[in-house]
């Protein structure tokens, strides 16, 4: 049973514009959703993370929105750049993430185009 | 400030082999949890120590087994290893109460 299904599976993107990655959550008891950036050959690294308190948070160039009712969440990309190509990975867990295993969506493979 | 270290980078095993990962976390944290991700998959979660207990398990067979030591550094062994298993695993460290997990780069496993 997969609990986080994440789309696109893959994603190209013009330089400057605007990259959006969707992600739906079954389990209610979650509580935590970051989103992870990974680069070949490396491990994931945190890019931004919302608690369902709040509708969106941003972070520079990078917004989550979420949707409790829908129990939806989405990463926005704002002026996308060649440096933004890598995997990313929405991710859901309860109790915080520090008390609790993450359980991740499949990943979404941006390419920004130059 | 060293982040989250894995060891070693990659491993060759043959079926039926045991094998035992390690990582240190990063300084400050003292929980490690444990996450296996095959090829073109996001991360599944094996096991989560802390206080040197196992705290929190994925669905994983008893195959999968860890251990953290006093210092938080934790280990991961796989006995009778499967082709099945190759993959790349990885080790996440936080501080118990924080929401913030930081991964290591993870090993790749490859069972011939």
């Known amino acids: 049973q997969q609990q986080v299904k994440q789309s696109p599976q893959s994603l190209i993107v013009q330089k400057g514009g605007i990259s959006i990655i969707n992600c739906a959550y079954e389990?209610?008891?979650?509580?935590?959703f970051p989103w992870y950036q990974q680069f070949p050959g490396k491990g994931p690294a945190l890019l931004i993370a919302?608690?369902?308190?709040?509708s969106e948070k941003k972070e520079g160039r990078f917004t989550i929105s979420f949707n409790k009712s829908a129990k939806q969440f989405s990463l926005h990309i704002m002026d996308s750049q060649p440096g933004d190509s890598a995997t990313y990975f929405c991710?859901?867990?309860?109790?915080?993430?520090?008390?609790?295993?993450?359980?991740f969506g499949k990943g979404t493979h941006l390419i920004i185009q130059p | 400030d060293a982040g989250v270290t894995q060891s070693p980078t990659h491993l060759i095993k043959t079926r039926g082999q045991q094998v035992t990962l390690r990582c240190s976390p990063k300084?400050?944290?003292?929980?490690v949890s444990w996450y296996q991700q095959a090829l073109g998959q996001g991360p599944q979660f094996i096991f989560q120590?802390?206080?040197?207990?196992?705290?929190q398990r994925g669905n994983f067979p008893d195959r999968f087994s860890g251990h953290q030591f006093p210092n938080y550094s934790s280990e991961l062994n796989v006995n009778a290893l499967l082709l099945g298993d190759s993959a790349l695993y990885l080790c996440?460290?936080?501080?118990?109460?924080?929401?913030?997990?930081?991964f290591g780069q993870g090993t790749r496993l490859t069972v011939v």
């Open positions: 919302i608690r369902p308190d709040v």
């Open positions: 389990n209610t008891a979650f509580d935590y």
């Open positions: 996440a460290s936080s501080l118990a109460g924080n929401t913030e997990a930081f």
């Open positions: 120590y802390y206080e040197e207990e196992e705290r």
């Open positions: 300084s400050g944290h003292d929980t």
């Open positions: 991710a859901a867990s309860s109790m915080g993430g520090g008390a609790d295993g993450l359980t």
